[in-house]
């Protein structure tokens, strides 16, 4: 058997053995940050449950933005095509005044799917303030890496937001 025939071999088993094993890797994630807030719930609710404070304090795609549904609570949304970021909307679901925002995140058409839920609660003349992310790559032998590394880069980014919101109370 000549070389080049050996050495591709080895590079196709080894191929095959990372496909494999990321057929075995969940593509599912979870990202959980908090921050306490100066200001109390009322004063914070707006920019969780209305569309366009939400676009303050948190990074979205920049181009093809639209804002669909009401302006705020269930229903509410943006969707985008966005050459950096893809198309994708994001929906509220769910709106419980001063207490939590619940939202979902589609982005090529369903291909990655995240659910998020913003949780406000009174804390001293402040509010603590939970933000957990859970999202699904679907059934991807090459996402199923990505997502051992997805709480982690996206908790950073929920923490850069969460930031900017803090900022913006003051």
Not at 28 to 47: D, G, H, K, R
Not at 106 to 111: H, L, P, Y
């Amino acid at each position: 058997m000549k070389l080049g025939a050996k050495i591709f071999g080895a590079l196709s088993g080894i191929l095959l053995l990372y496909l494999l094993v990321g057929l075995i890797l969940p593509g599912t994630w979870e990202a959980e940050v908090e921050t306490t807030l100066s200001a109390p719930p009322e004063a914070v609710f707006p920019y969780l449950s209305q569309i366009d404070r939400w676009l303050e304090w948190n990074p979205m795609p920049e181009s093809g933005m639209e804002k669909v549904g009401p302006p705020s609570g269930a229903g509410a949304g943006l969707e985008w095509d966005d050459p950096q970021y893809g198309s994708g909307r994001m929906t509220i679901l769910e709106s419980q005044e001063n207490g939590k925002v619940v939202y979902r995140v589609e982005v090529e058409g369903g291909r990655l799917q995240i659910r998020g839920i913003l949780e406000l609660m009174p804390e001293g003349t402040g509010s603590r303030l939970r933000w957990t992310e859970q999202g699904d790559f679907g059934w991807n032998p090459l996402m199923g890496y990505a997502a051992r590394g997805m709480a982690g880069s996206q908790g950073e980014a929920m923490r850069a937001s969460l930031d900017s919101l803090a900022a913006r109370i003051r």
